[in-house]
């Protein structure tokens, strides 16, 4: 590890050591050009934060809302609190009215920063529902404040109140005073099913998960890390701090669905992602190769032939590839894969971070065989991200989800459940003693809900314990597994299995709409709407063709007999998808409870 202090004072320990480094590559709000910070300009920028805070009248571990897209900002304000050990909670920026309120009132929040308009509206439209809420500071300047809005101010104008730090003295004791036992996060996850929860992360937490990824995770102050993922996510928080405390310089990606633009701007070397941002690069990458000549079809073919002979066949099993293939591999790798990776913004490419659901075994052999090196690992909030990963470098399974990090005691109980124990393990969760108590055993491992096993040291993941179905003939389903089988296809954006206690299995899809439309075109389909588009058997027949393709290595009982193309997204509005984009399946089930039976009648 680079760095070893505490996380309060990470910026401005490697401000002294980077000085004018750049350390922050960022857009403005609204603006297109890249812009950048220095370890210095941001130090100075964090201890305003921390004295501005102080000036407003925050507490020791006080709570503070943070409701923003990622930003330069973002950063700030974080570390600014943690510097006076305040406590950030994180809202995801997509967050709703409903959900915003609840975490403001469960966490009692006084200060709450805003990213964009959107953020700024929904917690102006819920101010007076949250008794404790005093104020609402806003980054971005060109959201307009409401000229009856008395308690919102922009970010510019707070940080006046830390200028020329008039509290620095004791924002200096107030470090001297932080421990590894105080809150540094309160992160509150969805979930697929009930209400939002609290989990509790601690320094110490965080401390025990730096220096244990750190043992495993390559990153060195040479690389440019994209943050694509929200920092509300464990995963990206986690990936971020371990990068600063490496002394990387980090690319804030502001909105994620221009985070492809961004890399081919920018250049990254690492980025954490989830599998549905490789999913789609792979879509991307095979859609081009169909439309491309039969010449460069059968060359790409080849190519992948030989990548995933070479890197999965051999490297990924420890084992030396013959001379001639190497040689055959070095040649396409800098013809062929070097032109995709360029296309991607990759040309630097270090190594790539990939969790957060299943990752289909299509895929995972794709982003190795074309050069990239994907870290396939798994983790939770509750275990401040990582429980297991891949190494660079060494041996590792197409499939599993890698090696245990150091300080992990992982123990399968008799039902396959995961269960946890180490010093990255939440102790539980805020102001829920109740659900605290249930989410540890008796010998205090906690449970994770996920089924799995581990063999030759790696860990595998099963299914979560909840969502294993059971059809009503007595056989078991994995949705998630057969979902991510199918989302590979080009056609297929969002999909959700049904099979609990049905008969077979079947599924809603959610297909990519310019696609399928492209499609109904060039086969003289014609169409005035979605509704009729979703609907023509012309459209179900192709589908279903694709499908069946996808889905040849299921067991009979596992494959999708039916299935209805939905006229539109599944939404959060609805309630149909968490903030991370995972299905409620409960909720799905009730809101097309008609489409589903249709699905099913004689």
Known sequence: MQANCHMSVLVHEQAKKYGDREMLIYQDFGGKEWKSLSWNQVSTTVKQVSNALLNLGVKVQ????????????????????????????????????????????????????????????????????????????????LVHISSHDPNAIYFADFL???????????????????????????????????????????????????????????????????????????????????????????????????????????????????????????MGVMDKIDNASAMQRRLFKHALSVGRRHNIEYLSKGKKPPITLHLEYEMLNRTVFSLVRKELGLENAHFFPTAGAAVSAYVEEFVHSIGLNMIVGYGLTESLATVSCDHLGEPYTVGSVGQLIEGIDVKISDEGEILLKGPTITKGYYNREDLTRQSFTADGYFRTGDAGYLKDGELFLKERIKDLFKTSNGKYIAPQMIESKLLVDKYIDQICIIADQRKFVSALIV?????????AREHGIVFESREQLCSDQRIIKMMHERIDTLQQQLAHYEQVKRFTLLPHHLSMEKGELTNTLKIKRRVLNENYKEQIDAMYAE
């Open 62 to 141: 006080e709570n503070i809302g943070i409701f923003s897209q990622n930003s330069a900002q973002y950063v700030e304000c974080d570390f600014g609190a943690w510097g006076i050990r305040a406590v950030t909670i994180p809202f995801y920026a997509t967050s709703s009215e409903q959900q915003i309120q609840f975490m403001v009132n469960d966490a009692k929040i006084r200060f709450l920063f805003v990213g964009e308009q959107d953020q700024y509206d929904k917690a102006r439209r819920v101010f007076s529902l949250c008794p404790t809420l005093e104020r609402i500071i806003v980054f971005d300047p």
């Open 511 to 519: 297909p990519v709409y310019p696609l399928l439309e492209e499609y």
């Open 160 to 282: 006046k109140l830390g200028e020329n730090l008039p509290r620095q003295t004791e924002v200096e004791k107030l470090q001297d005073q932080a421990n590894d036992d105080d809150i540094a996060n309160i992160l509150y996850t969805s979930g697929t099913t009930g209400d939002s929860k609290g989990v509790i992360l601690t320094y110490g937490q965080f401390h025990a998960a730096i220096i244990a990824n750190g043992k495993c995770v390559p990153v060195t102050e040479k690389d440019r890390i994209m943050n694509f993922l929200p920092y509300t996510h464990i995963f990206e928080r986690g990936w971020a701090i371990l990068c600063l405390y490496m002394g990387a310089t980090m690319i804030v990606n502001t909105h994620p669905q221009e985070v492809q633009q961004s890399m081919r701007e920018t250049h990254p070397t690492c980025m954490s992602a989830v599998p549905r941002f490789w999913e789609k690069v792979y």
